[in-house]
């Protein structure tokens, strides 16, 4: 049955007990379920708190996660509720002058999505609740707190205790921690997040503006003694964001310096505090996001920096690469081969990716000497209008530069292995697609006898874009990554090589 068509459907599991529980309601946690539903899998999720929280907390979605989305079939709905960009273009919050560019727009050859989409974390999670609902195939337990969880070769028995205090044990096949960075799936796991506490502190404050300063341009910039920010992130909604001194930290902020605040980012006048709060910037990750049966993802398994607003979108392409895989793996695929590749690709991305980018962007953004701001900012503005460098940095910004090359599931040789396909169109389809160029009789044969239900086989566009004159079969996975690449394939390496890149037998 295809996956798509199982939308809504009831879909028969390998026996009575839900497939996958999942710990946490946030953006994550519905994110790994509304892509387990687009497999045909049920899960539950168990969330602690009674609803969805009205903070906005992430305000961005980037090109990569809009790719998520649209393989989701819900990507129009947030470009519907919020604003897509295709360039940012900060300015002095002092001048209103244009410090730099980055044009998304140039990514439109190689992303259905070349740009990002402005929006607050409740609106992304109540689209993706609303989603999954329409699925019918999770059920979500708001007010239901995990308190333990043990596992063994069939499973895992999952404690949860409700609102009243009364515990109850739910066993499933799998369990994923989506529950943040206090998880309590991480802890049943004896696991801890490791690496370090950045020597900053931080706030946020989000103001409802109503006058003509809700039109300025943002984001907006002031590179004072500490430096702060300002992007709007709706109509009439303006998220502030600055250093700290240590003693300022340690204290609940005055409403006399978040107006100061307001003032020099947004200008005078009026505003409405609506939600604020300190922290510190940690850069800690899990050692494995999976031990036998359990698994992490988002903030559960990995905290970074909110520069670049990197760390919720990581946390949904982990869902983006777990959910086909948990998914396969119930329809008889390699259980360890494809967890132990999700742990393998999903801790390269943070560690070689998320957290590479975030280190510099928090060295130069938040913690670089005042002297310096003004001369390091003459030499990003001049290296952006080298287009080689600008591609580069539009390519991180917007996480489509995220690759894997330490993965057990690769199979064949080629540079694209472990990359985005080549091909836009295949990048938003969900389902694996085996692209053939110049195939024989004996790898069309082999092409249509898989035996893994809902692979699509199609022709490559243009043999340019793979690298490769020669005749090939490359498999693109669910998530859109090349999985396999064979030159002058035989029918028994692209049987072998589809199927394996899958994590079934071959």
């Not at 068509?5 to 497939?19: E, K, L, M, N, Y």
């Not at 708190?49 to 649209?70: G, K, S």
Request: proline share 6%.
């Amino acid at each position: 049955m295809s996956p798509r068509a199982c939308r809504g459907a009831a879909v028969i599991v390998p026996d009575s007990q839900t497939p996958v529980i999942i710990a946490g309601g946030g953006p994550v946690g519905l994110s790994l379920a509304l892509g387990l539903a687009r497999q045909g899998v049920r899960s539950i999720i168990f969330e602690q708190a009674a609803e969805l929280p009205p903070f906005p907390r992430a305000i961005v979605v980037l090109t990569r996660t809009l790719e998520v989305f649209q393989s989701w079939d819900v990507a129009d709905a947030f470009r519907a509720r919020g604003e897509f960009v295709q360039t940012v273009r900060p300015v002095s919050a002092l001048t209103n002058k244009q410090l730099i560019a980055i044009d998304f727009s140039q990514l439109a050859d190689e992303t259905p999505s070349a740009g990002v989409i402005v929006l607050p974390q409740e609106t992304t999670e109540k689209l993706l609740l609303q989603e999954l609902r329409r699925t019918g195939m999770c059920e979500v337990r708001f007010n239901y707190k995990l308190i333990g969880a043990t596992q063994d070769e069939s499973g895992v028995a999952v404690a949860v205790a409700g609102e009243n205090g009364e515990t109850q044990e739910v066993r499933a096949r799998f369990l994923v921690g989506a529950d943040g960075a206090h998880s309590a799936v991480r802890a049943a796991m004896g696991l801890a997040l490791e690496g370090m506490t950045y020597p900053a502190h931080v706030f946020l404050a989000d103001v409802g503006i109503a006058d003509e300063r809700d039109n300025l341009p943002w984001p907006r910039v002031v590179a004072g003694e500490r430096p702060r920010g300002a992007i709007r992130f709706e109509p009439g909604r303006w998220r502030v964001i600055g250093s700290l001194s240590p003693e300022q930290a340690e204290g609940t902020l005055p409403q006399a310096f978040l107006g100061e605040v307001v003032r020099e980012t947004i200008g005078s006048g009026p505003y409405t505090l609506l939600w604020h709060s300190t922290f510190t910037i940690h850069r800690r990750h899990a050692k494995t996001f999976r031990k036998g049966r359990m698994l992490l993802a988002g903030d559960a398994g990995h905290l970074n920096s909110p520069a670049g607003g990197q760390g919720m979108n990581a946390g949904i392409q982990d869902a983006h690469n777990l959910a086909w895989k948990l998914a396969f793996a119930l329809r008889g695929g390699n259980v360890d081969l494809l967890l132990d590749s999700y742990d393998a690709e999903r801790h390269q991305a943070i560690t070689e990716g998320v957290e590479r980018l975030t280190e510099v962007l928090t060295r130069f953004g938040l913690l670089m000497p005042k002297a310096m701001r003004n001369p390091i900012g003459a030499i990003l503005r001049r290296a952006l209008s080298f287009r080689v460098f600008a591609n580069r940095l539009v390519r991180a910004a917007s996480m489509l530069n995220t690759g894997y090359w330490r993965s057990p599931l690769f199979l064949g040789k080629s540079s694209l292995l472990g990359k985005r396909a080549p091909q836009p169109e295949l990048l938003v389809k969900y389902t694996p697609t085996l692209v053939l160029h110049r195939p024989s009789p004996d790898v069309l044969a082999a092409a249509h006898d898989l035996g893994i239900p809902d692979v699509e086989v199609v022709r490559a566009h243009d043999w340019r874009r793979w690298r490769c004159a020669l005749p090939f079969a490359a498999l693109v996975r669910p998530d859109g990554v090349v999985g396999s690449f064979h030159r002058n394939p035989s029918g028994e390496s692209v049987h072998n090589g589809a199927r394996g890149a899958l994590g079934f037998p071959t």
